[in-house]
């Protein structure tokens, strides 16, 4: 999917996303950020954060950057910023495949159901790669195809359908893994029948170490 339709159905999703998927899509982010060890001062990214459904799950005492595609997402998010009186929060309208911040700049970064709507999974992971610090957690929550080879065959059969409301179906984590060259720290599902995963990687390229700055090109919400 390219990004200019991509920005167009989020643009129509903003009026439905939280009333019917705010249940599902929280159950996960809430136990995922539980477990990324954030400390009081750090600075997180949220890549595609949407409505900002994640928001209430991160203390106030975290720089929390939230990047998307889309301007009506990000208003749902910037409200929700704003309700929560949430100072330390703020947004960038942007393409997370050209993020818009210097190298090493985020100690978490959170990926949540995004990895499968870009058009470009690993170029996204390359500036992900980028702009987390070395050791930086990464946590993706996401939808990966199935190791079952019929469930697989249906979600390809159901991927232009998928596509047409804004994802697709048929990403597997271990080919995402190999063409990235990163290693899945580890995996869960909520529960056995879960569709969904959430996967802890290491950011593990050889860079140097640089101090905590503002990242260049946000603005407060
Ligand atoms: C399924 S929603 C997930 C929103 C939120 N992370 C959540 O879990 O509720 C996907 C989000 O990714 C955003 N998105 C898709 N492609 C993007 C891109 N290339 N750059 C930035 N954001 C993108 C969409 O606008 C949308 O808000």
Redesign the pocket.
């Known amino acids: 999917?390219q990004?200019h339709t991509?920005?167009i159905?989020?643009?129509i999703?903003?009026h439905f996303?939280d009333p019917l998927?705010t249940k599902l899509?929280?159950r996960?982010?809430e136990q995922a950020i539980s477990r990324m060890d954030l400390n009081p001062g750090e600075w997180l990214l949220?890549?595609?954060?949407?409505?900002?459904?994640?928001l209430p799950f991160y203390s106030q005492d975290l720089n929390v950057v939230g990047?998307?595609?889309?301007e009506?997402?990000?208003g749902k998010a910037k409200r929700r910023i704003e309700e929560m009186d949430f100072r330390r929060a703020r947004l960038a309208l942007?393409?997370?495949?050209r993020l818009p911040f210097e190298d090493d700049s985020f100690d978490h970064i959170?990926?949540?159901?995004?990895i499968t709507?870009?058009?470009d999974p690993i170029r996204?992971i390359d500036e992900i790669r980028r702009v987390g610090k070395p050791g930086c957690r990464i946590v993706v929550?996401n939808h990966f195809q199935s190791g079952n080879s019929i469930m697989a065959l249906l979600e390809k059969w159901l991927c232009p359908l998928c596509q047409k409301i804004?994802?697709r179906s048929d990403l597997a984590l271990e080919d995402l893994m190999v063409q990235t060259g990163l290693d899945v720290d580890f995996r869960y599902k909520l529960d056995n029948v879960d569709l969904w995963e959430t996967v802890f990687i290491t950011n593990t390229p050889a860079k140097k170490a640089s101090d905590a700055k503002i990242p260049s090109g946000i603005s407060a919400a």
């Open positions: 999917m990004e991509t920005r159905i989020y643009n999703w903003a996303y998927l899509v929280q996960r982010q949220d890549i595609g954060i949407g409505t900002g459904l994640s990047l998307d595609i889309s009506g997402m990000l942007a393409d997370a495949m959170l990926v949540s159901h995004v709507v870009v058009s996204l929550i804004g994802w």
